[in-house]
């Protein structure tokens, strides 16, 4: 098994492709990373370890914008990230370029895709070490988008996914709670998914929203915890309902 | 000394040598070192190509300095001697002549043409690379012998063009389809090289499909142009000859560009290409109204490719006209111009100013 492991172009007998699985392993380790689609709407929402106090975090960003309509968030290893968004950004451009339209979420999630894919079957490198979660708008079109790529190359279209640390119970919890939601009630929910998993507060979570009409917008500290605030309200709130319910019963049975 | 005879070399290069050069032989009755005898003969040579160097007779082929001819001749070998050089002198060199015979022409100039190195005339062009490269290009503009023309109105685009083919002077078709149907929505008008445009139109179909089998929607007007002006800006400056339309309806509406072999790329609302344009604009601009219904613009479109062809020798044959709705391009009509000149402008009875009649009887 070790022997199969070392040059991504081989197969092992049983057909993994180990240097890949072991890409994934590392995105199982970076920060967690969510999105949701609304119908007007797109979420991002990415985890932010604890900035150390001399570090200036503005220069620490984790979700980025491609192109004026395209955002993207990503979990696993910055450095990749910060090589391939490069290239996708390059990308974009050139799109206009030749055929001077905007690129639609579809085509520069299957560049991103396709580059992925490219570093997994050359001699001598490794593939990179990240899943992307891609979101924006096609061009002309009022309709989000949201997409997913990982180390593979893979790429799908989702309408809530997430990735990073503690990716399965995030997406457990969106898979009981998804509902067409628009506006507000979106970004409401891609934090109720973060804080299954995250610490509260608004120092911990950042996240971004993405409208036809006015872009990508990064939410302040304070709208944040603002949002927080509300969540907490109304899961006590939905406990409290729960509880005196269940007293009722119990007190009439 | 051994006698031997020696078959005296006639032929100058060759390098085997009988013997030592400073062996003495004799030839008959004359005893002389074998190198004198070589010398003679190549002497003898040599005063029929004189443009030899002689320097490879002198160049010393030993490194020790030379001998001097130490012999003791008395008075008769000597008297003997000089003789014998006198004849060498007159020695019956007819072999030798067969060579410059043959050129009738004075001897130093064929000396010279033998021996001098092959000389060619340089290819045309060569002396002023720029103006020949000019002149070329001239040539090889024929100022697109054509008339399309192409405007959006309010019901869509409508297209038209001739179908005439020239080559100089001489009409090679009267029946080319200038209208090429890149895919059911867009169409691509040809003027310059039929080739070029045909090929090309083509090529971008293949394009347009690859873009919509990757993308799952089909590209724009705008893009379809962008490919192609791409294409043709790299093969700028190596003679294709293109001046086309790109007309089609996309999710923006009705699209028109305008793309030439130059690599320019325009957007606008009223086209026309090709040695009748300017012909054709003068009908178009003046009847255009973007409300127009479909059947005025098809009208409209037909008599300014009509006018055209009237008047520009290298315009003619049919007049196809095309529209282009929400649901793709339909071809409306195809009509000889020279029915159309009798539709337009019938033939009237004219007066006629003396009348034959027969001559009163008498």
Known sequence: MARYDRAITVFSPDGHLFQVE??????????????????????????????????????????????????L????????????????????????????????VEYITRYIAGLQQKYTQSGGVRPFGLSTLIVGFDPHSEKPALYQTDPSGTFSAWKANATGRNSNSMREFLEKNYKETSGKETIKLAIRALLEVVESGGKNIEIAVMTHKDGLRQLEEAEIDEYVAEIEAEKAAAEAAKKGGGASTSASS | MKKMKVISPILMEVSWVPCSPLRRVRIGPIKVRYRMLLLVFRLSFLSFFPSLSLSQHFAPTRTKPHHRISVSLNLKQRKQREEKRRMMMKLDTSGLESFSAAVPSAMATAEDQLFAPPSFDLPAGCADFDKFQMEAKQTLKHAKGTTTLAFIFNQGVIVAADSRASMGGYISSQSVKKIIEINPYMLGTMAGGAADCQFWHRNLGIKCRLHELANKRRISVTGASKLLANILYSYRGMGLSIGTMIAGWDEKGPGLYYVDSEGGRLKGNRFSVGSGSPYAYGVLDNGYRPDMTVDEAHELARRAIYHATFRDGASGGVVSV?????????????????????KYYPVQPTPVEHEMVDAPPA
């Open chain 1, 22 to 71: 072991y890409a994934l392993e590392a995105v199982r380790k970076g920060n967690a990373a969510v999105g949701v689609r609304g119908s007007d709407t797109v979420v991002l929402g990415v985890e932010k370890k604890s900035t150390p106090k001399l570090q200036d975090s503005r220069t620490v960003r984790k979700i980025v914008s491609l192109d004026t309509h395209i955002a």
């Open chain 1, 73 to 104: 968030a990503c979990a696993g290893l910055k450095a990749d990230a910060r090589v391939l968004i490069n290239r996708a950004r390059i990308e974009c451009q050139s799109h206009r370029l030749t055929v001077e339209d905007p690129v639609t």
């Open chain 2, 322 to 342: 095309y529209h282009v709705g929400p649901n793709g391009w339909k071809k409306l009509s195809g009509d000889d111009v020279s029915e159309l000149h009798y």
